[in-house]
């Protein structure tokens, strides 16, 4: 046979070969995210890059950090994950170090990375799986689905219904308590707070609470003292790490007027346990409940 013929040959072969896959992915690799977009993959991802830190600490909790190839700067958890390259901060992102990276797989948060980085990695012919859940039950979502596209599908499934059984005993032993208002306090200077449109006010709901700013626009939001004076919340949640309880309980001391801080009802959540869309935001559930709880009883004495 004429070499070229041969040559030719090879070529629509190869290129017949590559076309059917491109238009039909393997069976169980075709997900859609939390924004509504299809993520098709032809085989398991093996070089994933992580845009956020509950990203990273999910693909972690299904056994898969060795394939994070590259994560945002405060990915701090588990200590693995201190390890991987950093491809940006919580504003930045490194589009150069992704290129060179060559991901198969790119893991965002929605509100987080936000719309015109996300449309940008995907004008760049990346696969990008977008993370937003808005309920507790969608971070047993995505658990399930990242065990999908990164080809541990058991794991994905027994990782998302240990984390189901948890929120349905949650839900089991607070959906009918008498409801408490709860101030989340995001930042201490300027004071801050979420939304409704955030989870953790799918947290305070679950364990009896309501969030006094649920119905604000933003998802995060600067507060009045005013505001927080007229609003009287029964319960001051406050979000940072151990080292800042005491300046973040000084603040308060200076409110004594309020009922939370009259009655002793302002508590301390590491912020990872709850902001973070991750595993571990079952563990700050179960805190946020207790806290709630012990309110409850203090009232009655």
Request: no cysteine.
């Given at each position: 046979m004429n070499k070229k013929l041969v040559q030719w040959f090879n070529f629509l072969v190869v290129f017949g070969v590559n076309a059917i896959f491109l238009l039909y992915p393997v069976a169980g690799l075709t997900i859609t995210d939390d924004m509504g977009s299809e993520i098709a993959l032809v085989k398991p991802a093996q070089r994933v890059i992580s845009l956020s830190p509950h990203l990273t600490e999910l693909v972690f909790a299904i056994d898969q950090g060795e394939k994070l190839v590259g994560v945002m700067s405060f990915s701090n958890y588990p200590e693995a994950a201190k390890k991987i390259p950093r491809i940006g901060s919580h504003n930045t992102i490194s589009y150069e170090s992704i290129a060179q990276i060559q991901p198969d797989l790119i893991l965002a948060w929605g509100s987080g990375n936000g719309s015109e980085a996300i449309?940008?990695?995907?004008?760049?012919?990346?696969s990008v799986y977008v993370s937003e859940p808005n309920k507790l039950e969608g971070v047993a979502a995505t658990i399930r689905k990242l065990g999908i596209l990164l080809g541990v599908k058991d794991k994905g499934e027994n990782?998302?219904?240990?984390?189901?059984?948890?929120l349905s005993q949650l839900k089991e032993n607070y959906s009918d308590r008498r409801k408490i208002s709860v101030f989340y306090q995001l930042s201490d200077n300027p004071i801050m707070t979420l939304s409704g449109r955030h989870l953790i006010s799918d947290v305070i709901e679950l364990c009896g609470g309501f969030n006094i700013f649920s119905k604000a626009i933003p998802i995060?939001?600067?507060?009045?003292?005013?505001?927080?004076?007229?609003?009287?919340?029964?319960?001051?949640?406050?979000?940072?790490?151990?080292?800042?309880e005491e300046k973040w309980l000084s603040g308060w001391a200076n409110r004594a007027s309020m009922r939370a801080v009259k009655d002793k009802q302002v508590y301390f959540i590491d912020p990872d346990l709850l902001v973070r869309h991750g595993p571990r935001i079952i563990e700050g559930t179960e805190k946020m409940c207790n806290y709630l709880e012990r309110s409850r009883k203090q009232e009655k004495e």
């Open positions: 449309h940008k990695l995907k004008s760049l012919g990346f990782e998302a219904n240990k984390f189901i059984n948890r995060a939001l600067k507060v009045s003292l005013e505001s927080l004076v007229r609003s009287d919340p029964q319960v001051i949640i406050a979000g940072t790490k151990k080292e800042n």
